[in-house]
């Protein structure tokens, strides 16, 4: 057993005083506010808030951090710079990035991430030995990082899709793909069947296996419903209308939006997500609504690349649920999406207050849309996850503590338990120097 006490807590009510949190085996029994510390209690600092579920990940792109805007900084830059990395990484090598990648997440006050992941074959396009040696370092990884991880593991078959249809893949492409949709079936059983798998089982209870189309550009229509299907009882993600060209060729080629399509072979419900969903019809808005589908917004991904700004409080009051990502991981700090996730709807629409405080921590703990429904509120029965966010910063001093969630940041997160396990303390990683260990991990990838 376990208790923390903290000045402040979000609790499922609001923000109340003087809370007290007991955890024993990994998940909260008790939870009181307008209490006194009890002697053993360990005393946080600031306002304590469930841990955040990062929904979108793709964690070597964190290598291309400050290396995407030579000339400008062009979407062509940003495909090469990737492509360049995506050719050379092994699975030793990618354990190590990984590994300091999710301890950054931890210090920024997520527990559990998405790990949306397509790099799976040797440099040839030809399996490992093992056919899953990616996805185990991803896991291995996250693990020894101290955040939960559901790898949501990616069938890409074509290159592209053009007016005339879909493209071949190319060099470096072939790493990503499985053939067709029957074989990514069979690899990912593998994998399921060694961490636990389906949504609810408890054999491996830090690892979920998910599934995620990449897009119906890498995945043809004819495909798609195997995939849905094999996903059933599993998280299910797809990259959907993050750039206009996608919405133009699909029209092109299958006479309607990415949504329609994706809609037509099963997808859409409350174990799916919608990455991006940045240019939606409002018959797409309606359609996500309808089905509760979950709708990752990554914002400072969809900035840095210019895609745009999604249509986030419509898609809210249309049903749908909004959840955050770092994606391209460029930017490591949920805080700083939840916050531009409200300035970004205030830019496009000239009108403040479209999200509440409140619904940016709803945001911030989309960790049912992950598959771990039973995370995401400080309440008993919950996963003893927690972030305690520091008031007496430069940054936070002087703000109210049921509006910080719009001035914090990750350098404010002061300690972090994840299933009852302290992973960040003092704002200190068990890991010891994360800077360092990042440092490490990427230099020789560009060497
Ligand atoms: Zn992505």
Redesign the pocket.
């Known amino acids: 057993m376990s208790s923390y006490w903290a000045p402040y807590g979000w609790l499922p009510g609001g923000v109340a005083e003087r809370v007290r949190l007991v955890a024993e085996d990994g998940r909260w029994t008790r939870v009181e506010a307008g209490v006194e510390p009890a002697d053993q209690d360990v005393r946080l600092p600031g306002l304590v808030l469930p841990g955040f579920a990062n929904t979108?990940s793709?964690a070597f792109h964190r290598a291309l951090r400050g290396r995407t805007h030579g000339d400008g900084g062009t979407f062509w830059t940003w495909r090469d710079r990737m492509y360049a990395l995506a050719r050379r990484l092994e699975p030793p090598a990618y354990h190590l990035l990984a590994r300091a990648v999710y301890a950054e997440m931890a210090l920024a006050g997520i527990s559990a991430v998405g790990e949306?992941h397509y790099l799976h074959h040797q440099q040839d396009g030809s399996p490992y030995p093992d056919p899953n040696a990616f996805g185990h370092a991803l896991i291995q990884a996250a693990s020894e990082a101290g955040i939960r991880i559901t790898l949501l593991d990616t069938c890409y078959l074509s290159g592209g899709l053009g007016p005339a249809g879909h493209l071949e893949l190319d060099e470096v492409q072939r790493r990503f793909s499985d053939g067709s949709a029957a074989a990514w079936q069979q690899r990912v059983a593998l994998l399921a069947q060694i961490h636990g798998a389906q949504v609810g089982a408890a054999q491996d209870d830090t690892v979920r296996i998910g599934a995620a189309i990449h897009s119906v550009r890498a995945v043809p229509a004819g495909q798609l419903g195997q995939v849905v299907a094999a996903a059933a009882g599993s998280p299910l993600h797809v990259?959907v209308s993050e750039q206009p060209a996608e919405n133009e060729a699909t029209l092109g080629h299958y006479g309607c939006s990415p949504t329609e399509l994706l809609a037509r072979h099963g997808f859409g419900g409350p174990l799916h997500t919608a990455?991006h969903a940045t240019h939606l019809s409002a018959a797409d808005i309606a359609l996500y609504g309808r089905t509760a589908t979950n709708i990752s917004f990554?914002p400072t991904?969809e900035r840095d690349l210019a895609d745009g700004i999604g249509p986030a409080p419509e898609l809210a009051a249309a049903g749908a649920r909004l959840t955050l990502g770092s994606?391209?991981n460029a930017c490591v700090d949920l805080l700083e999406e939840a916050r531009a996730l409200e300035l970004h709807a205030r830019l496009a629409s000239l009108r403040r207050g479209r999200f509440s405080p409140a619904e940016l921590v709803d945001a911030l703990t989309g960790h049912a849309s992950l598959g771990w429904p039973d995370a995401g509120q400080l309440a008993p029965g919950q996963r003893a996850d927690l972030v305690a966010l520091r008031l007496d910063t430069v940054r936070t001093a002087g703000a109210l503590p049921e509006q910080v969630v719009l001035v914090a940041g990750a350098a404010d997160v002061d300690t972090v338990l994840v299933d009852g396990r302290l992973v960040v303390s003092g704002g200190r990683h068990v890991l010891g120097d994360v800077a360092g260990l990042l440092a490490e991990a990427i230099a020789p990838l560009w060497r």
């Open positions: 979108h793709h949306f990259h990455v990554c991904t994606d391209q």
